[in-house]
């Protein structure tokens, strides 16, 4: 092929990561990127259409395509390729966390749910469909590692819509299990336990709650919280390495990360709205739906916070943002089973009978 040929020639690179091109077309040659505008202005500067970069002829080369591609923007794309030296122990690490903790959350997840599928009480199927959705989520994330490489951007979807409703569902358990076992907030024949502190209280007078007037707080404050992630900008997640002898391509995509910090935030932030301005609007009888919503943004929320820390704490080695996700999840689960399962379905120790100390003759008045 001429050089004449070369100049006219222009290849199209598809990959599976797309918005991230400019860092890999940049690996693939390390002529300057430059926009196609700069490209078209600089040809048509020279009377022979010869390419200028940055002021420089470039002269063609049989050997080596000069590349134009859209440079990335001020958004943090890095346009370089980063390969990273995993330690032993890193190598030991991301597959003891793949291999070994995710099966054994999965299995526990599933097994809290067969085991308690039919209790009646609400916290407790709360619970239950809350394990089932997280095994759901993180079964569609094994079939995206073992099928598609992680390069799957549905299979990731349902992975993330399945911790999402798993994380609603247990901040709903939590909730609904301290307002019936600890608080007594809607029990109307029962006075809550902020009763000491109020003077007069809602259920017996027409007088406000403090624990509705504490709630209402607190929604605008976790919706401020919302626009944290919000705020992040976005950044270029990928890095390259080698774990037991295979390169390792770890990545996590600007589409994906648009959801986790600008799509996700925004819809927490729209339920927390409507959950508080359900309560201002309906006082304490639309408690049961306000924990509803208020489960639902929380989960949402926690989600993204969870992923906005894991990724921005280790931006320079994605490996370990994978590894503790993993390690947090297994916590996730073996937490649930262990401070929820036994109180909620009943399985609660026998107390020790109480001992009665009688004082002695010479300690009575």
């Not at 007069?200 to 919706?223: D, E, M």
């Not at 009943?346 to 009665?356: E, Q």
Request: net charge positive.
């Amino acid at each position: 092929m001429t050089p004449q040929l070369w100049k006219r020639l222009f290849i199209v690179l598809i990959v599976g990561f797309g918005l991230l091109t400019p860092a890999i077309v940049t690996v693939l040659d390390p002529v300057p990127s430059v926009t196609t505008a700069e490209v078209n202005r600089e040809r048509s500067g020279t009377p022979d259409g010869t390419l200028m970069i940055d002021g420089r002829k470039q002269t063609a080369d049989p050997t080596r395509l000069p590349t134009a591609c859209s440079r990335a923007s001020n958004t943090g794309l890095a346009q370089e390729k980063r390969r990273i030296h995993f330690t032993r122990f890193e190598q030991f690490m991301i597959c003891l966390t793949s291999f070994v903790l995710k099966p054994a959350y999965e299995i526990i997840a599933l097994l809290i749910f067969l085991l308690i599928r039919n209790r009646k009480d609400p916290p407790v199927r709360a619970l239950a469909w809350g394990m089932l959705a997280f095994f759901l989520g993180e079964s569609a994330c094994a079939i995206n590692f073992l099928f598609y490489r992680l390069d799957n951007f549905a299979w990731e979807f349902w992975h993330c819509y399945g911790m999402m409703i798993a994380f609603g569902f247990m901040v709903y358990a939590v909730m609904d299990f301290t307002d019936r076992h600890v608080l007594h907030f809607t029990d109307r024949g029962t006075g809550c336990v902020f009763l000491r502190f109020c003077h007069a209280c809602s259920k017996s007078s027409p007088s406000s709650c403090t624990i509705r007037r504490l709630v209402l707080f607190l929604i605008p404050a976790a919706g401020i919280l919302c626009l944290l992630p919000i705020s992040a900008p976005i950044k270029d997640l990928l890095c390259i390495g080698t774990v037991f002898y295979n390169d390792v391509l770890f990545a996590h995509p600007v589409l994906q990360q648009w959801f986790e910090i600008r799509i996700y935030p925004g819809v927490a932030l729209l339920f927390y709205l409507v959950a508080w301005l359900t309560l201002l609007r309906g006082k304490e009888e639309w408690w049961d739906g306000c924990k509803l919503l208020l489960a639902a943004a929380t989960g949402i929320l926690g989600f993204s916070l969870m992923r906005l820390t894991l990724f921005w704490v280790f931006s320079d080695n994605i490996l370990w943002a994978n590894t503790w996700e993993e390690i947090t999840e297994f916590l996730f689960v073996l937490g649930a089973g262990i401070f929820f399962y036994a109180p909620l379905t009943g399985a609660r120790p026998a107390l020790p009978p109480r001992r009665v100390v009688m004082p002695a003759e010479g300690d009575c008045a």
